[in-house]
């Protein structure tokens, strides 16, 4: 790493690694879903729709943010992004303050602080991802997004702690959105005041329909894009569905199966530690076999869990949990490093096209509601199995991957 973050040194790097931080804010969303649900009586499948309303975005200002980072700049765009992420912390606190339980108003704000969270979100993991090439390049590049993707673990894993804390002793459990506005507003100042030297803009003329035309005229690209829509969807299906496999076949009560969340963010967490290292020592296309094996064993273990009529053991469930969480931490950096890498010339087009797959976080959810209320959260299960074994096919016929430029397996 000696031309990447060595140089740049730490105070050129630490207000990015922090809005990673504030990037991992999106991840409440499951948490803060399981409490709306038993507030508002709401179903499994009206409550998914909730992630919907966060991912929805990322199909539409995807590729719109690639063409506006050319045009403003990459810090420029997740500074965008942090505002408006603050404003989606700001309304759940107004809900909660002004308006009564139960509220129709108070859901409102609720679903429109949804709609922020996802928009800013948006805007912020395609900037703030590529943002990270201007401090590392090379075969280091995936490894340096996991340490930004383990960052924005710590986000995520707090949630539902501060959330159930919340609740437990204060009777708020949205005192989660206060914490985390103040954390936002440090991260916005102190990114504010960074001075980063930017690339210049994509070569060519940058449109929507040239982006797309690259999505689907490109092999490596759509085959990556479609690998970060496998990979958000398991992981927002899991942060959703994950306490209520647990209390359908358990009598474990709500603020206890939300620490399935956060088993899953820890081991989401340190999966992105090793991944770290890791990835320096061993070939990509070995990493992403290794995740997609690991992936596809937990959904065995959760579909044997779901499967078995009366008691099953825990430890199965728990098992499932942490296995997921392991193998998918650092499925999205391997796809994601290897889309930017393999087209170098046209990075924030190609970021805007591979954020776009988040939108498997708006589609895995409301399939997986579906499937559940018709057949019990076996059903979430087989749909999020669909996304763990397209990892695996992937990683085993990893030649796929290789294109004229750049090769998975280098």
Known sequence: MSNTIVKSGFSKIAPVMLAFFVMGFVDLVGTATNYVKAEFTLADGTANLFTTMVFFWFLIFSVPTGILMNRIGRRRTVLWSILITLVAMALPIVAYVVYPAGSSIRLALIVASFAFLGIGNTLMQVSLNPLLTVFVKGDNLASTLTTGQFVKAFASLFAPYIAAWGFGRLNMWWILFVIYLAVGVIGYVWLAFDRIEEPNPDSGSTTIARCFGLLFSDRVVLLCFLGIVAHVGIDVGVNAQAPRILMEHT??????????????????????????????????????????????????????????????????????????????????????????????????????????????????????????????????????AVGCVYILVVSLAHKVLEGDRFALVS
């Open 251 to 384: 009598d474990i009560a709500l603020t206890v199966a939300t620490n399935a969340t956060m088993v899953y963010f820890i081991a989401r967490m340190v999966g992105c530690l090793v991944g770290g290292v890791a990835l320096k020592k061993v070939s990509n296309a070995f990493g992403l076999r290794v995740c997609g094996v690991i992936v596809t064993l937990a959904m065995v273990c959760f579909a044997i869990f779901a499967l078995i009529p009366s008691n099953p053991p825990h430890w199965l469930f728990w098992l499932a949990i942490a296995l997921i969480g392991f193998g998918n931490s650092n499925v999205f950096s391997l796809f994601l490093s290897h889309a930017l890498m393999y087209r170098p010339e046209r990075q924030n087009e190609i970021s805007g096209l591979m954020l776009m797959g988040l939108i498997g976080g708006a589609v895995f959810p409301p399939l997986m509601g579906v499937a559940a209320d018709v057949a019990g959260q076996f059903g979430g299960i087989l749909v999020m």
